[in-house]
């Protein structure tokens, strides 16, 4: 036994050692599976990320494509079916008929406004006896698919819509929802369009009618 006397410090200091390293192992381990869950949680996140940016530059460059398409197309400026009509009653058709598109595509109006005749226009500046133009602007919350197939819509739409701006930022706290800004301008004749064409050529011509659609 006295033999072994002189090891017992040493076995006592490696059994002190195991038993150390144990409980760190312990202390650690959970904490190491901790990290690489959240490195997994992580990369998976910015794979998500990654894919709800593809998505929207998709969209992104879908939507110039058809707003360069709808600058570019011929189609008619909307005319009321009676004359002497206000502003609002005026544009009654044309505001009905965006917010029908909308609400089809389940799109949600957070915020809407109006600004009629905005002096940069060239049909206000040139043909405001002519013409009644207004800007509708909107804060909507819609998801990629439906924010599409709105801008389709409106590129669809018999009458011309000019698009001002569409700004289009994900929802932070879930990228799948876009929060965008919409401001559209619409044009309206002041009264219905004449039909008999010998009167409209006999009409002395105004200044700024032959103005192609605002670009």
């Known amino acids: 036994m006295d033999k072994y006397r002189r090891y017992y410090g040493v076995m006592i200091f490696g059994a002190a050692v195991i038993i150390l390293l144990f409980g760190m192992f312990k202390l650690i381990a959970p ?12 990369e998976k996140k910015q794979k998500e990320l990654s894919s709800q ?11 110039k494509k058809i707003k360069d398409s709808i600058i570019t197309s011929q189609k008619k400026i909307y005319s009321p079916l009676e004359a002497d009509l206000g502003n609002e009653t005026l544009f ?14 389940s799109i949600k109006i957070k915020s809407i406004s109006y600004v009629y005749n ?31 197939k709105l801008i389709q819509d409106i590129y669809q739409y018999p ?4 698009i001002n701006e569409l700004d289009v930022k994900p929802y932070q706290k879930d990228k799948r929802i ?7 301008r619409l044009y309206a004749h002041t009264a219905p369009e004449e039909e008999d064409t010998t009167t409209t050529q006999s009409a002395a ?11």
């Open 118 to 148: 905005p002096e940069t226009d060239a049909f206000v500046k040139f043909g405001k006896d002519i013409y009644f133009v207004c800007d509708v602007n909107m804060e909507l919350v819609s998801n990629y698919v439906n924010l599409g």
């Open 31 to 42: 904490k190491v599976t901790e990290m690489n869950d959240l490195k997994a949680d992580i």
């Open 205 to 215: 011509p105004l200044k700024g009618a032959e103005t192609s659609l605002p670009q």
């Open 159 to 162: 009458y011309y819509i000019k």
């Open 178 to 184: 876009l929060l965008s800004t919409l401001s559209l």
């Open 53 to 63: 940016r593809n998505k929207l530059q998709i969209v992104q460059k879908k939507i």
């Open 92 to 105: 009654f058709t044309l505001y009905n008929d965006i917010v029908e598109m909308l609400h089809s595509n």
